[in-house]
């Protein structure tokens, strides 16, 4: 089977950096993803590491090691709108479909 | 354009009842699936359809029973609906076999049983 495990809440100020990690356990592996949900809101995909490295989008970047089955999605220049929870999820058996398993979220605190 | 929608956005209904809720996904993707997500944001696949033929069935209670009339939509009929059924429920679609990872979700249906 398959599970990830993420902290359940990050505190940090504004124009802080701040790191979320996510340590998966899967029997295939086919790329680990992020997504952001604001409350009240859907989730929304964020990005999609298939390889080990950094991927940079503005002001996110998601980071891979799959031998160590760790990824961390990384947040610069924290804005209050930034307040929201953040999933990992990886893809279910190939014989699954789409299907995503998420974490269990990080709900992250912007303050001023 | 709206590219995920649902409706109704809130339900409220009492034990026993059943309901459905609806989901129509404009981006054109082949597959399409139901999230259930509980109190504690705990965000778990129900169902997934591929084409409106049914590929990923969770352990789910048989009183929830998707239909897809084609691949744009994908409805969700709930039967003798419990306590426990409160959550929201998002509808997602995504483009088969890439990008999976790049789900498209609704904006949620938040069904609460008194």
């Known amino acids: 089977g398959q599970s990830l495990e993420q902290p359940s809440e990050v505190t940090a100020v504004e124009g802080a950096i701040v790191q979320i990690n996510c340590t998966y356990q899967t029997s295939g592996f086919y790329g680990l993803s992020w997504y952001q949900q604001h409350d009240g809101g859907a989730p929304t995909f964020l990005s999609y590491?298939?390889?080990?490295g950094l991927e940079e989008t503005g002001r996110f970047s998601s980071f891979l090691s799959r031998s160590d089955s760790y990824g961390y999605l990384l947040l610069q220049e924290l804005q209050m709108k930034d307040s929201a929870s953040y999933f990992c999820a990886v893809r279910g058996e190939r014989n699954q479909g789409g299907k995503l398993i998420f974490g269990q979220g990080t709900e992250l605190s912007v303050k001023p | 354009d709206t590219a995920v929608s649902q409706t109704p956005k809130y339900l409220v209904t009492q034990m026993g009842n059943d309901k459905s809720i609806k989901c129509e996904q404009n981006?054109?993707?082949?597959?399409m699936y139901w999230y259930k997500q509980d109190s504690k944001k705990f965000l778990k696949i129900m169902f997934s359809?591929?084409?409106?033929?049914?590929?990923i069935n969770e352990t789910v209670p048989n009183r929830f029973s998707p239909k897809s009339p084609d691949k744009a939509h994908l409805n969700l009929h709930i039967n003798s609906l419990e306590l426990g059924d409160s959550a929201v429920y998002f509808c997602?679609?995504?483009?088969?076999?890439?990008?999976?990872?790049?789900?498209?979700f609704g904006p949620g249906t938040r069904l609460t049983v008194t």
């Open positions: 590491n298939a390889l080990d």
């Open positions: 359809y591929n084409n409106k033929e049914l590929i």
């Open positions: 981006l054109g993707h082949d597959t």
């Open positions: 997602a679609s995504s483009q088969e076999p890439v990008p999976f990872y790049e789900q498209y």
